[in-house]
């Protein structure tokens, strides 16, 4: 009787330890991801310019637990573009999310502070959304796309059509991303959704208005002194054309007064006085005129050349903002 039992024991003992190994492993495969997460951050130890990005960028630790687990790296040229090999032509590349790893591409231009913040969020985003359980990221989806119905903004919506053209099955991660960092208002449900990631997503989204600022602003410098230049070229065209044309007319008019001058064809000193006296006042108008003329042909050349200064300064951003590494010189 007591070896039935202590069999029977034995058995129960088994069973519970089979179902505990079955309840582990199950575990273990629905949280694989979270115990990979656990693993890197353990192994991963941020330098300061890393943890100084997730605090500017206002990350929470969930935030930064995801892009710490991402082991985010920051690089120069050449080592950024080994590794991020995937980019667009059409599109700036400041960093990536590959192989559960972020690189960011480490601009210098200290007229474009917070791009790098920014592009760190960005990338954390990323690798939140690559931890989305399949009913999450359904609901995450509708979202995002509901939100993508309702946006006005003119980059916002190039940016899309970009990724539908490049990596359509990627514009809803991408936006994921986008939306986070660049967009003030957003529906309470995703904003809900962003506050698990932020502390303050107004903050990032300052950062962005901040970099982008530095752009808007030449452009539209750019685009004003163009109309400027525009205007100022057809009215020194229109006036110098009515000018020559003058001018013509008063050398031929000159021309005449001499010839009845010489053959004596005025009938009296005041005749003489008074036509030499008309002629010489038309002659100061056009000189002024001309005056006038060269002083818009000098602010034409001023803004000509505030305009290639400002050109220069536009190509000298978007070099920063270049992660293509320099060419190899040949001999």
């Known amino acids: 009787m007591s070896s039935n039992v202590a069999g029977r024991g034995k058995t129960v003992a088994r069973l519970i330890i089979s179902l505990v190994l079955i309840a582990l492993a199950?575990?273990?495969?629905f949280h694989r991801q979270w115990i990979i997460d656990q693993v890197m951050l353990l192994r991963y130890t941020p330098s300061a310019e890393v943890s100084a990005l997730a605090d500017r960028s206002s990350m929470t630790d969930e935030g930064k637990r995801y892009f710490f687990a991402s082991r985010p790296e920051v690089h120069s040229a050449t080592t950024f573009n080994e590794r991020c090999r995937t980019r667009s032509e059409q599109s700036?590349?400041?960093?990536?999310?590959t192989l559960?790893?972020?690189y960011l591409f480490d601009v210098t231009d200290e007229r474009l502070e917070g791009v790098k913040e920014v592009t760190a969020a960005h990338e954390m985003l990323h690798a939140a959304y690559d931890r989305l359980g399949p009913s999450e990221r359904e609901r995450v989806n509708a979202l995002i796309q509901a939100e993508i119905d309702k946006v006005s903004d003119q980059r916002i919506l190039e940016l899309i059509k970009l990724y539908e053209k490049t990596e359509p099955g990627e514009k809803l991660n991408e936006m994921h991303s986008i939306l986070a960092t660049e967009s003030q208002q957003l529906a309470p449900e995703l904003e809900e959704y962003y506050r698990q990631y932020f502390d303050d997503r107004s903050a990032v989204v300052a950062l962005t208005q901040q970099y982008e600022s530095v752009f808007a602003s030449i452009k539209e410098t750019q685009s004003t002194l163009l109309a400027d230049l525009q205007a100022l070229n057809a009215t020194v065209k229109q006036r110098s054309d009515a000018l020559n044309a003058s001018i013509v007319?008063?050398?031929n008019d000159i021309a005449t007064f001499n010839q009845r001058a010489r053959s004596g064809q005025f009938s009296?000193?005041?005749e003489f006085n008074a036509g030499r006296s008309s002629l010489m006042q038309r002659q100061e108008a056009m000189q002024q005129?001309?005056?006038s003329i060269n002083r818009?042909?000098?602010q034409y050349n001023r803004k000509r050349d505030e305009l290639i200064a400002l050109n220069s300064e536009a190509e000298s951003l978007n070099q920063s903002l270049d992660s293509t590494p320099n060419?190899?010189?040949s001999f």
């Open 26 to 29: 199950l575990w273990i495969f």
């Open 92 to 97: 700036v590349v400041l960093g990536c999310y």
């Open 100 to 102: 559960q790893r972020i």
């Open 249 to 251: 007319t008063l050398n």
């Open 268 to 270: 009296s000193q005041a």
């Open 289 to 291: 005129e001309h005056d």
């Open 296 to 298: 818009l042909i000098e």
């Open 327 to 329: 060419e190899v010189p």
